[in-house]
């Protein structure tokens, strides 16, 4: 067997440059896994070097996977993800550092191979009586690392799991059979089925103004981060409103979490794709039997908007036309350039909105913002302490509390759209836990990969007292409903699986049940195993579910 001195020095650059970028993440926990990885690319490697085609495309899958998963942890601090390809095409979402920081990364990898490419050195004869103690010492330290913690994070295998996820997600397609199976089991003419009582506010008539905030946790208002005067405008909401504790998000991220909130529901498509290749063009919208609360609201003599702080042909925007709101406002609606709306833009916008008389009453809008998404850099407003600026995450979240308590100050001053507007606080699934944020918050949850915990639902409105409510680990499943209820609307045909927070008689267990992609967590804390009889016959039902949920029929 033939080996080179640069085909060793090749992945000793790769063992200095990874360990080198994970400890300065502060993931330590990742570098067994990756020097193991890197070792048996090495040993397979070798063995292909003869074979100039088999090791180059080797070589360059090899590097691709390598880099993409540092450059993914670098950013992050969690692997690639289904979620993560399913978004790629998702870049105006993410600050250009984090662009720049993953190019950085990926470049360095690949200029350790043009490096070896390009130098010829001496080469060397490897006898096989070296070559099988390597290979033997490889499969013993693959072996070991199955027995520690880190086992399920090797870089190669989790990259190839992610991409398996995401292929199976893009390919999906039910059979009308299923479909309408799940139309059986779930298809139900009434919302909840407790009666009203005093417990349960009453906002018949009024306007809804829903904020889905992008990423945002409970546990990051000041009251209970303790980061003094971090979001002082929703402390202060939240002590004139009915707010409700230990409410969880219900899955992850934005293309789920909007659809299953409005539509209480899981999908299994997560992003880019179900937006460009199922919904294409605006003109070739896709009819779904997922009964959506907008149709709901405007089969009873409501108006549905929503307004997008993205650019007009961005892929969630199309994404939202498919939820039949009678009008999808974007960037390009407040702002003459193509870019995306900052909070404040968005919040100034908003109000502009409110007061223009172009929104028909009664009315529900959604709102969804990115100056929190992951990896952006406030614009406007920045957090300090004692004069300094302790990092870009404190910075977006009192940014985005500003704003917002900008708009809530001309909402409090204008009595008439007081009187008859009921705001709604809310997010889109819970902040991602990234490095910066694991750094600056404590979890409070062991689901250490996924993007759940607690989400903020608050409630103002005038009439409406303010007042804490334990929702005992109950989810974002059961918006829809608890907003139907609110608004006195019960007799709508739906396919929800949550219930109303007020509904006592609820009959579904997937109100307390975590769903992104795979994976499975109870709210509570405790993750869901198939060897349970039980937990595998929730599992079982939501798979069966996305019959439903997947299912699209042209128009």
């Known amino acids: 067997m033939l080996m080179t001195w640069n085909f060793l020095g090749l992945f000793l650059s790769f063992l200095i440059l990874t360990i080198a970028l994970l ?9 067994y896994p990756f020097v193991v990885a890197i070792y048996g690319g090495g040993v397979l490697l070798a063995a292909l070097n003869k074979r100039k085609l088999a090791f180059g495309l080797l070589l360059f899958v090899f590097v691709v996977v390598l880099s993409a998963q540092v450059a993914s942890l670098y950013n992050s601090g969690s692997l690639v993800s289904s979620l993560l390809l399913m978004n790629l095409g998702e870049t105006t979402s993410v600050d250009d550092r984090v662009i720049l920081t993953s190019a950085l990364v990926i470049t360095s990898y690949f200029f350790c191979v043009f490096i070896f490419l390009i130098y010829r050195p001496m080469r060397v004869m490897v006898s096989k009586k070296i070559y099988l ?3 033997f010492l490889y499969v013993g330290l693959e072996v070991y690392g199955c027995f520690l913690p880190s086992a399920g994070v090797f870089p190669i295998w989790a990259f190839g799991k992610a991409l398996h996820q995401c292929l199976k997600e893009m390919s999906y397609q039910p059979t009308e059979r299923e479909v309408l199976v799940q139309k059986v089991l779930y298809g139900k003419d ?13 906002l018949r008539n009024k306007n809804i103004v829903v904020l889905f905030t992008e990423g945002f946790t409970f546990n990051i208002i000041d009251k209970f981060s303790g980061y003094s005067l971090l979001t002082p405008n929703l402390s202060r909401l939240m002590d004139k409103s009915l707010w409700f ?10 293309y789920r979490g909007l659809r299953g909130q409005m539509s209480s529901s899981y999908q299994l498509k997560g992003g880019l794709w179900y937006g460009v290749s199922e919904v294409g063009a605006l003109e070739n919208k896709l009819k779904s039997p997922i009964v959506n609360l907008s149709s709901i609201l405007q089969d009873n003599g409501y108006h549905t908007y929503f307004l997008s702080a993205h650019k007009r042909d961005d892929n969630l925007n199309r994404y939202l036309e498919t939820f039949g709101f009678d009008k999808v406002f974007t960037a390009a609606d407040f702002k003459k350039d193509e870019g995306e709306l900052s909070d404040k833009e968005l919040f100034e916008g908003l109000y502009r909105l409110m007061v ?18 992951l990896g ?7 957090y300090t302490q004692n004069g300094e600026e302790i990092n870009d995450l404190l910075s977006v979240i009192h940014n985005f509390d500003i704003m917002f308590g900008r708009f809530l100050d001309n909402f409090d001053t204008n009595d008439e759209l007081r009187a008859n507007t009921a705001l709604i606080v809310t997010a889109d699934h819970a902040t991602f836990p990234d490095n910066l944020y694991k750094a600056t918050f404590e979890r409070n949850i062991s689901c250490q990969f996924c993007l759940l915990e607690r989400i ?12 804490r409510v334990d929702a005992g680990g109950k989810n974002s499943l059961d918006f829809a409903p608890t907003l139907l209820q609110w608004v006195r609307i019960n007799k709508a045909h739906n396919y929800f699986l949550g219930c109303s927070l007020y509904d006592k008689k609820c009959a579904y267990p997937f109100e307390y049940v975590y769903v992104e992609g795979e ?5 509570k804390g405790e993750q869901l195993r198939s060897e349970n009889a039980k937990d595998y016959d929730i599992m079982k039902k939501i798979r069966g579910f996305y019959a439903l949920s997947e299912h699209n029929e042209r128009e």
Do not use: C, R, W
């Open 519 to 523: 994976a499975f967590y109870y709210t």
């Open 23 to 31: 400890l300065h993440s502060g993931l330590s926990f990742y570098v």
């Open 456 to 467: 903020p639902l608050i409630l103002y409105a005038d009439g409406v007292k303010a007042k």
């Open 190 to 202: 009434f919302v909840y089925q407790n009666s009203d009582d005093e417990s349960v506010p009453d």
């Open 245 to 254: 504790d230990n409410y969880f998000n219900h899955t992850a991220a934005t």
């Open 133 to 135: 103690p390597v290979l």
């Open 376 to 382: 952006q850099k406030s614009p406007d407003a920045f």
């Open 356 to 373: 223009s008389g172009e929104l028909k009453e009664p009315y529900f809008i959604g709102i969804y913002n990115l100056g929190t998404h």
